[in-house]
Nanobody, 118 residues
Framework: QVQLVESGGGLVQAGGSLRLSCAAS????????CGWYRQAPGHQRDLVAL???????NYADSVKGRFTISRDNAKNTVHLQMNSLKPEDTARYYC????????????WGQGTQVTVSS
């Protein structure tokens, strides 16, 4: 059983910042990887940022240099700092966790909406 709960979404003007948080029901170091995906209406759900158990990060080309993924083990939480936001970043953002020992191995939060106005 894995539970992921996102928070921190909202409405912001272009150029502004938001910090998303994902609270997990167990240690984030128990997962092979954690991260964030996003989905806008009419689009597929795409990877935004990922961090492995060993701390290796991966970002979508569209957010490199603007977004930063981090973790707080004491709070079982993964964060996504989003700076220099653009209208194209508008989407519902979903927390993601991978545990290769579970079936299915992938788990998702309920999502949090991010809207960036021009």
């Amino acid at each position: 059983q894995v539970q992921l709960v996102e928070s921190g979404g909202g409405l912001v003007q272009a150029g502004g910042s938001l910090r998303l948080s994902c609270a997990a029901s167990r240690s984030i170091f128990s997962f092979n990887a954690c991260g964030w995906y996003r989905q806008a209406p009419g689009h597929q759900r795409d990877l935004v940022a990922l961090i492995t158990r060993g701390g290796i990060t991966n970002y979508a080309d569209s957010v490199k240099g603007r977004f930063t993924i981090s973790r707080d083990n004491a709070k079982n939480t993964v964060h996504l700092q989003m700076n220099s936001l653009k209208p194209e970043d508008t989407a519902r953002y979903y927390c993601y966790a991978l545990d290769s020992e579970l079936v299915p191995p992938r788990y998702w939060g309920q999502g949090t909406q991010v809207t960036v106005s021009s």
